[in-house]
């Protein structure tokens, strides 16, 4: 490829071009990673423009239905593109969600395939090349097998996801996603480390362990449990971060807590959907946990030496909340003090048990509810980020905001840190900063980087 690079750009026919795109959560953000390594090694180049592009990938998310909705509206502006000769493959949780019916709707499309089934993509990919168009991977969602790959095409030389456990098996009653990406499987921890070292070998100093219910993860050989990898890839030379998202309440034990205390490197945040501030709503999504079984956690993580930031997740409007189940969550996020809310309006999805569940709460209702606690959260995180006024922090180096002058990153509790330097040579990208907080927004932070 080296020699004769402008030959082989003109000789490069479209064929074996790809373009992606991306929609859902992290571990879709990193299943692409994984995707995209897969099909360079398979001799595909990508392109960041669809025209360019023989084949086009689609990463669904169908997690609400707007989401959803979403796909099929990319999917028939992918219409007008057929003509053209390009092939179309729909992969993640709506090609598993509605298989192939995606056929039906969307007949130019050629491969279907859920995420419990991208080992099986080279295979794949030697049949879409060979003409079919009728391909599918749908049927992997009982394996034991997750997707490792050498091949991982990471977007970021300095920050790396790597999912330890992949599925779920705790089907709350809302969620998709047991269906989508099938029962819960856990790598070895040996494949986890020797990964997490592959990457500080590499230069990655800051790595996000990923996984739906990230701690429910059960090392498949047995030698290790969460928080020992949590703090083996913490204490690796070159690691200077390692995160982990997403935690699930049942799941969250206090060793998770002790290792954070006990290892500086793991990062002093945790990410724990609480989905419902009310008991009778808990027991009704299947959460399996009540308000003072959460708040127990809480006061665990409160308890810790280092202070560690909370965020949530939280549904409004789920069938049967009242405006006192509501005033319940509403009051949750006085007595815990999150550093961050992800609030949505509930969803009805398909396949779910709560698709059966009458509605009972309008959409204005569901609207006007998801205002009040967004507002009066903003307020709290006015006041909570407030506590890190004159503090002295460290920040990983994100980007350039030429315009402002500022130079942005990230805090170990995840923050966004925009910060001046006295220095005419900017820090580079990747680098640690020490800077102190000169002013504070509900959202992130503002300072000057001091000499360490
Ligand atoms: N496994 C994680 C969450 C994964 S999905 C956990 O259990 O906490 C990410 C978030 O999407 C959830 O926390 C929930 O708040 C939201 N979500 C999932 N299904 C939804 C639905 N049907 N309607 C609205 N929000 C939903
Ligand atoms: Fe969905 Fe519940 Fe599993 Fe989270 S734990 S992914 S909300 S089923
Ligand atoms: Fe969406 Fe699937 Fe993730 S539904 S949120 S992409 S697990």
Aim: glycine residues 8%; aromatic residues 8%.
């Amino acid at each position: 490829m080296k020699f004769l690079r402008g030959g082989i750009l003109a000789l490069m026919s479209t064929e074996k071009t790809f373009y992606i795109e991306t929609f859902g959560c992290q571990m879709n953000a990193h299943d692409s990673e994984k995707v995209i390594g897969t099909l360079e090694h398979e001799g595909y180049t990508r392109v960041e423009d669809e025209e360019a592009a023989g084949l086009i990938l689609y990463n669904t998310c169908s997690i609400r239905d707007k989401a959803e909705q979403k796909v099929f509206h990319r999917l028939n502006e992918y219409k007008k593109m057929q003509g053209e000769g390009k092939k179309f493959a729909v992969i993640g949780c709506v090609a598993q969600q509605e298989g192939e019916k995606i056929f039906e709707k969307a007949p130019y499309v050629s491969l279907v395939s859920g995420s419990a089934s991208y080992r099986n993509l080279p295979e794949m990919l030697v049949r879409l090349e060979a003409g079919e168009n009728r391909i599918t991977g749908l049927d992997d969602r009982q394996t034991d097998e997750t997707f490792d790959t050498e091949f991982t095409a990471r977007s970021n030389p300095h920050r790396g996801y790597i999912t330890i456990i992949e599925g779920c098996d705790k089907f709350c009653s809302y969620c998709v996603v047991p269906y989508t990406r099938g029962k819960e499987r856990s790598r070895t921890s040996d494949s986890v480390l020797a990964e997490a070292r592959r990457m500080a070998d590499m230069g990655y100093t800051d790595i996000q362990l990923l996984g739906q219910n990230v701690n429910s993860y059960r090392d498949s050989s047995g030698k290790r449990t969460f928080a020992e990898v949590l703090g083996a890839i913490g204490q690796m030379a070159g690691v200077r971060r390692v995160r982990f998202t997403t935690s699930h309440p049942r799941d969250f034990t206090q060793d998770i807590i002790d290792v954070i205390d006990a290892v500086p490197q793991v990062c002093d945040h945790v990410h724990l959907p609480v989905q419902s501030g009310s008991s009778i709503v808990l027991k009704a999504m299947q959460r399996e946990y009540t308000r003072e079984w959460y708040l127990e956690r809480i006061a665990w993580i409160k308890a810790a030496k280092r202070e560690i930031s909370m965020t949530t997740d939280i549904i409004v409007g789920f069938p049967g909340e009242t405006e006192e189940d509501f005033e319940q969550t509403a009051s949750l996020l006085d007595e815990v003090g999150y550093d961050g809310v992800f609030a949505f309006q509930y969803s009805p999805r398909p396949n779910t048990p709560a698709i059966h569940m009458e509605e009972t709460v309008g959409v204005e209702v569901k609207a006007a509810r998801l205002q009040r606690l967004m507002d009066r959260q903003r307020e709290l995180q006015r006041i909570s980020y407030g506590r890190h006024l004159g503090q002295v922090m460290e920040v990983m180096v994100e980007g350039y905001n030429r315009q402002r002058g500022q130079v942005t990153g990230r805090s170990s509790q995840n923050k966004t840190v925009n910060f001046t330097v006295t220095q005419p040579i900017l820090p580079a990208l990747g680098s640690y900063q020490t800077v102190r907080i000169t002013q504070t927004f509900p959202n992130s932070l503002v300072g000057e980087a001091v000499s360490a």
